[in-house]
């Protein structure tokens, strides 16, 4: 079963850096995920592991206390990111690839709207200069009315429906819309993409990135360079550049933070693997994200923090397992193996 609970869409004006940073991203894809049986599914969708130091030190504890000659395959959370084609001004209508680029951004749990800050002759900016105030506008306007034209479309104007269309009207995106759950649930079905969570992101030249004031900042020409470097490599020319990690590990773990995903942890001889789940997720619920049975006849859950994990074994002789029932909530990191029924 493949663990696949994040989907990114990234957007952006022609020549903002989109397709630099998803070029990246698949170079990262190609080199990281060698060992994982993931694949690519389409061209402009590429599949990346999350960064999670945990799993490494999990391995090494199960391989040291099972006596393993190699330590058991790691299977990290991913996300996916897709490559949002054809977002000009006008797509709504049908300029550039138009509406196509709508049955790939509407799948997605998050869109990450790349805007350009750095300034360079060589490369055209489509609206003549730079400014990314302008350009956030720009897309934001196509993906309202992108959103318009579902709802008029809509044979039912229910009241839910109508607050949408006079909203968006007044250009305000359906997420900021004061909505009941109940009304959440009504609409849910029509893929709002204006009712999403939007993260920005300032693409700056590499002389600008360490002292842009920019939320959320990146060089796409600095990833590009990463993904082709090895990783003692890559960790070296972070540290020239007084960043901690690169662009695109803070871009995943900001997504995570954003859609309140959490990762708990699975271990044995077979594998060790991290599974995403929602931030307040109850065990029974969790069990299920593994498969769809476990929730179903799950007895109970025996459980460890991370940092107090030394082996199941060890573990369970100094009464570190706790053992919790169907309605504990999750907590990110928790090291878990669940009880189930036949």
Known sequence: MLNMNLSVGIVGLPN??????????????????ANYPFTTIEPNVGVVPVPDARLMKLAEITKEEEKMEKLPPLVPAVVEFVDIAGLVKGASVGEGLGNKFLSHIREVDLIVNVLRYFDDASVVHVAGDVDPERDRGIIETELMLADL??????????EIVQKFIDALNRQTPARDIAVTEE????????HLLTMKPVLYVANVSEEELPKSTASFTISAKIEAEL?????EEQKAYLKELGLEASGLDRLIQKAYEMLGLI????CGVIEVRAWTIARGMK??????VIHTDFEKKFIKADVVSFPEFMGWKQAREEGKVR?????YVMQDGDVVEFKVGA
């Open 263 to 266: 990762s708990f942890l699975t």
């Open 183 to 190: 009304q959440r649930h009504e609409v849910a079905d029509l």
């Open 149 to 158: 034209q579902t709802l008029e479309n809509q044979k039912v104007k229910s």
């Open 227 to 231: 993904a082709s470097l090895s990783e």
């Open 323 to 327: 053992s919790e029932g169907r309605e």
């Open 283 to 288: 065990a029974s619920q969790a069990a299920g």
């Open 16 to 33: 903002a850096g989109k397709s630099t940073l998803f070029n990246a991203l698949l170079k990262k894809q190609v080199a990281e995920m």
